[in-house]
């Protein structure tokens, strides 16, 4: 399916598909910390970077090319004493809200799929 893979929508809801992936193993990885003395929650940033991609002249190579970073989370500042900055209710939502998103990119991806499968049928 070489063809496909030049489809600019296809390519973004591919790579936003699979960056709630990793964001979901980041999320987890922070909850499973959240009572480990010293640990930092991580963020994945990617969104910033997506915004440069789209501004570029060549998107499609732009969104190939782009690439999340998993980033300690300096923003948040630690409340207790051993030094640990996960939220568990912060990241109860983050994860939620990233589980809604995995959801709605996956529908528009099947619907991006069942356009291409009527046009090759000739419907």
Known sequence: MNWIDKDTIYILLKKMCNIC???????????ANVD??????????????LKNALR???T????????????ID???????????????EKE????SVNSLRYSIYIQLLD???EKIKLAIKGR
């Open 21 to 31: 992936v990793l964001r979901h193993r980041v999320i987890a990885n922070n909850i």
């Open 36 to 49: 480990t003395p010293g640990f930092q929650a991580r963020r994945v940033v990617f969104e910033e970077k």
């Open 56 to 58: 570029g002249a060549n």
């Open 60 to 71: 499609k190579e732009n969104l190939q090319n782009i690439t999340p970073e998993i980033r």
């Open 74 to 88: 300096n923003v948040t500042r630690s409340l207790r004493e051993d030094l640990n900055n996960v939220d568990i």
């Open 92 to 95: 109860m939502v983050r994860l």
């Open 111 to 113: 619907k991006k799929l």
